[in-house]
């Protein structure tokens, strides 16, 4: 079965650093999708991995370990407007598809 | 907005009741994906088209719902006989090719009373 854990809730000062995990377990595993969703919104795409490292966009950035089946998103210069719940899925092979198997979310409040 | 559009947003219906949404995907995009979100909870995955194919269903989608993507275009999602456990967000996602980011529509909020 595929099982994504991630923690719950987080909570952050503005203009701080905040860092998401999420670990995997999976078969087919074709990359690592982090989505951004405001309450009551359709989930936005922040970043994808699908080899190990790092990859940079803004104030945004996405770790991917594969052996370890282990990924991070880490947010920087936190604003008011980041509180929203951060999702990890996980993009499984299955042929001719590429479906995403969630995480339940972490959700994420920054306070002042 | 990111082009993937749903209708209705909002559906009030009553138990017994069959409902139908629409999903609009990116025009180019010929894989389209529809998931179930709860509360608290990521979405999850119920069925995939690539053109007009239905090519994977979830044990999730029982009997009662069916999907279709008839010119490879739009695609509907029908719930028959629904039930109170049905009430759920709808989300419709399209991309491009696997492997690449799925973009999702605002959703249809079922609620079923």
């Known amino acids: 079965g595929q099982n994504i854990d991630q923690p719950t809730e987080m909570t952050a000062t503005e203009g701080a650093i905040v860092q998401i995990n999420c670990t995997y377990q999976?078969?087919?595993?074709?990359?690592l999708f982090w989505y951004q969703q405001h309450a009551g919104e359709a989930p936005t795409f922040l970043s994808y991995?699908?080899?190990?490292g790092l990859e940079e966009k803004g104030r945004f950035s996405s770790f991917l370990s594969r052996s370890k089946g282990y990924s991070y998103l880490l947010l920087k210069e936190l604003q008011m407007k980041d509180s929203a719940s951060y999702l990890c899925?996980?993009?499984?092979?299955?042929?001719?598809?590429?479906?995403?198997?969630f995480g339940t979310g972490t959700r994420l409040q920054v306070t002042l | 907005d990111t082009g993937v559009s749903q209708n209705p947003r909002h559906k009030i219906t009553k138990r017994g009741q069959n409902v139908t949404f629409r999903c609009d995907p990116i025009?180019?995009?010929?894989?389209l994906y529809w998931y179930r979100q709860t509360l608290g909870q990521g979405p999850e995955f119920l069925t995939y088209?690539?053109?007009?194919?239905?090519?994977?269903k979830s044990r999730l989608l029982s009997d009662r719902f069916s999907a279709e993507r008839p010119k490879g275009s739009f695609s509907t999602l029908e719930i028959q006989r629904t039930e109170q456990g049905d009430s759920a967000m709808y989300l419709c996602?399209?991309?491009?090719?696997?492997?690449?980011?799925?973009?999702f529509g605002p959703g249809t909020r079922l609620t079923v009373t």
């Open positions: 991995n699908v080899l190990d």
């Open positions: 996602a399209s991309s491009l090719s696997p492997g690449e980011e799925q973009y």
């Open positions: 088209f690539q053109n007009e194919a239905q090519l994977e």
């Open positions: 899925a996980v993009s499984l092979n299955t042929g001719t598809a590429s479906k995403l198997t």
């Open positions: 025009s180019e995009h010929n894989r």
């Open positions: 999976t078969s087919g595993f074709n990359g």
